[in-house]
């Protein structure tokens, strides 16, 4: 087999190094990975809805153009994600920790980590505010998150 | 001639079956222990259905919230690179007369770039804010 070759590059640096321009507000990127991203999915959720859905209901009215003409709403969206993952780090970051590194082990399945989930939901909830709440599940019943007695364990 | 016949008071009767007790229970016993058997299967599986829904559900609105996240940054980079692109053309381009710059396409739309230039340098006249370290830029 002849598929272990190292690549061969021209160059090294393989991307595009132009900084946006200077009328553009700088946003720093969010930089979680999947799992931290996961885990926090939402409590992003709880506190950015609006942002996100005006982003989306944004790109959604002007097709074809939305990259270019979305991009206030855009950095809105990612400041929000940046101020719940920041705020997660500096008041839940253990029980943040070993849920998403739970999630990692776990194939990102959640309803393998809820012994995690339920000390971070807590403290979220608790030092933060942000509950977290699936939209559209049928009322009367325990929201999935927070069963004991399931079938899938 | 005398033919062969019965002994007096005929035969006595012939045993065709073995004369055992029945085994086990009676045989609606075993109906309805089988229906009982799937009924409770039954309910277990349709429990675990509707609890497969609302995990679903779950996971959906996970990547919900985060779609706007991850495309905001995807499409800040992509205005970015074309931004780039564009100036890159302007300053290539300056010197030929009629050059015409802009879409290439017949509209104004947003044409997602098919090709990823990588520049080898950095563009001359537009600050890099990423500067390769020496080792990597080996």
């Keep these: ?153 | 001639m005398s033919q062969d016949l019965p002994p007096q008071g005929g035969y006595g009767p012939v045993q065709y079956r073995r004369n055992l007790p029945p085994r086990g229970f009676r045989p609606s016993f075993y109906i309805f222990a089988t229906f009982a058997v799937c009924a409770y299967g039954f309910y277990r599986v349709i429990d675990a259905t509707h609890e497969k829904r609302e995990l679903a559900r779950e996971k959906r609105w996970a990547r919900i919230h985060l779609a706007p996240v991850l495309q905001a940054e995807e499409d800040r980079d992509m205005v970015r690179r074309v931004w780039a692109g564009e100036r890159r053309e302007e300053l290539l381009m300056k010197d030929v007369k009629g050059w015409k710059f802009g879409s290439v396409y017949h509209s104004d739309r947003f044409v997602k770039p098919s090709f990823v230039p990588t520049p080898s340098q950095i563009t001359p006249g537009l600050a890099p804010h990423y500067v390769p370290d020496e080792e990597e830029a080996k």
């Design chain 1, 1 to 153: 087999m002849s598929n272990n070759r190292e690549p061969r590059f021209n160059q090294h640096v393989l991307v595009d190094t132009v900084p946006l321009p200077d009328h553009i507000p700088k946003v720093d990127e969010v930089g979680a990975s999947s799992a931290p991203l996961l885990s926090a999915a939402f409590f992003i959720g709880a506190r950015c809805r609006p942002y996100n859905d005006d982003y989306m209901k944004c790109k959604d009215e002007s097709p074809g153009r939305g990259e270019l003409d979305c991009m206030r709403e855009g950095r809105k969206v990612t400041r929000c994600a940046i101020s719940v993952l920041e705020d997660i780090n500096t008041h839940c970051l253990e029980q943040f920790r070993a849920h998403w590194d739970c999630l990692e082990r776990r194939n990102h399945l959640l309803w393998k980590c809820r012994k995690q989930e339920w000390p971070l939901n807590a403290c979220v909830f608790e030092k933060i505010g942000l509950e977290k709440t699936i939209p559209g599940a049928p009322e009367g019943q325990t929201p999935i998150h927070l069963r004991t007695n399931v079938k899938y364990t």
